[in-house]
């Protein structure tokens, strides 16, 4: 059976679409995995960003970069790209 801890909340971005979404830590199993979800207000898809973060610095340098490129491409930036087709 797995065991879960509480969710900390990193960082709150907003979409073009007024969709606001969450990055998310948790520890699951001893490890700290980093999720993408939708505000609590909204319905949407969780995305596990990082299964396994090995150091706050780590976690630090993730969130930055995903926070920046989620907002500049207007998506999670966890789906691919348009221009590596992932707009199929």
């Known amino acids: 059976m797995s065991v879960a801890g509480d969710r900390h909340e990193l960082a709150r971005y907003q ?3 007024g ?14 995995a ?10 949407g898809r969780v995305y596990l960003v990082e299964r396994h973060i090995e150091s706050r610095a780590a976690m630090q340098g993730l ?9 500049d491409r207007g998506q999670p930036a966890i789906l691919l790209p348009d221009w590596l087709g992932g707009d199929r």
């Open 15 to 17: 979409l073009p679409n």
């Open 34 to 43: 980093i999720s993408d979800i939708p505000d609590s207000d909204t319905s």
């Open 63 to 71: 969130v930055s970069a995903y926070v920046r490129d989620a907002v």
């Open 19 to 32: 969709t606001t979404r969450v990055l998310c830590a948790q520890r699951i199993n001893g490890r700290v």
